[in-house]
């Protein structure tokens, strides 16, 4: 079980990476191509430190039961 709750989140992880860091640095890069919209730059940062919150929240949910000592008999 722990394994598989290892594979889940590190999964979980490269998607919401793969996912958010495309479409962060895709506004990004197109609101320095496009000089009508300059607020698109701040919404790709937005997006990335969107994905990096969201990646903590997962890193956090997953990970808590790893961080309990065991009892030692």
């Known amino acids: 079980m ?3 709750l290892e594979v889940i989140r590190r ?6 990476w793969l996912i958010g860091g495309l479409v962060g640095v895709g ?3 197109e ?5 009508r919209d300059p ?10 430190v969107a994905t ?3 990646h903590k929240v ?3 949910i997953l990970l808590k039961d ?3 000592p065991t009892s030692v008999n």
Do not use: Q
């Open 39 to 48: 607020e698109m730059k701040f919404t790709g940062a937005g997006v990335l």
């Open 27 to 29: 506004l990004i890069v």
């Open 52 to 54: 990096f919150i969201v």
């Open 66 to 68: 790893e961080k309990k």
């Open 31 to 35: 609101g320095w191509n496009d000089v």
């Open 58 to 60: 997962i890193n956090w």
């Open 11 to 16: 999964l979980s992880v490269v998607i919401t």
């Open 2 to 4: 722990k394994n598989l």
